[in-house]
């Protein structure tokens, strides 16, 4: 049985679990269509993001919407989180305990939403979905099938803020994304045909 996203975030409410609790302003949850199709996993909380209590809302997230279109998704028909919940101090990387004690939440986030398409977007949140110590730019640009997810690793969009060579990989990738929801809803399409006949 999975718990509700409400009960999820009720759960988070207050979370004293990490250090992090002590410098965040406020928990950065996840938000978007509970029942999305494709959900999209962060790093997490930047300072935009942990001011606004919501995910992608900075830099990174302005170039994520444009990059959206490109796959034919609106902000509001996706579901956004993070690998962690809070900012970590200036930005730093997010550390293996952080990590162990904030990711059962995503992983029920993912449960409770159970999407058919894993967007993962940097090193942290590719590792932790896709269990591999590989990076990311090996990894970007296929599908990779674990369990009853199609999984799609690309590069964080802060990473191709900051280099602009990556912008172009960045559009093919979400175009890619594109035709993996179209090939998922065929494929849907076909199995309910089967059923109803
Ligand atoms: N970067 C992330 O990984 N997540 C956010 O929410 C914002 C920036």
């Not at 830099?59 to 690998?83: C, D, H, M, P, S």
Request: hydrophobic share 40%; net charge positive.
């Amino acid at each position: 049985m999975s718990r509700s996203l409400d009960d999820i975030r009720a759960d988070l409410a207050g979370c004293r679990r990490c250090v992090l609790s002590e410098t965040r302003t406020n928990l950065v949850f996840g938000v978007g269509n509970p029942h999305a199709e494709v959900m999209f996993i962060g790093e997490a909380p930047g300072r935009q993001e942990d001011l606004g209590a919501e995910p992608f809302i900075g830099a990174a997230g302005q170039y994520l919407n444009t990059l959206l279109a490109l796959a034919g998704l609106k902000r509001e028909e996706i579901y956004i989180a993070n690998v962690l919940k809070c900012r970590p101090p200036e930005n730093r990387d997010p550390r293996p305990e952080e990590i162990e004690v904030c990711t059962p939440f995503l992983r029920e986030q993912v449960k409770a939403i159970a999407p058919e398409i894993l967007v993962t977007l940097g090193n942290f949140a590719t590792r932790f979905i896709l269990k591999t110590d590989r990076g990311i730019t090996g990894l970007r640009g296929q599908v990779h099938i674990t369990g009853r997810f199609s999984v799609l690793p690309i590069f964080h969009p802060a990473a191709a803020i900051y280099d602009r060579n990556k912008g172009p990989i960045m559009e093919d990738d979400f175009r890619l994304l594109g035709r993996l929801i179209t090939k998922r809803r065929e494929e849907r399409a076909a199995r309910e045909g089967r059923i109803q006949s």
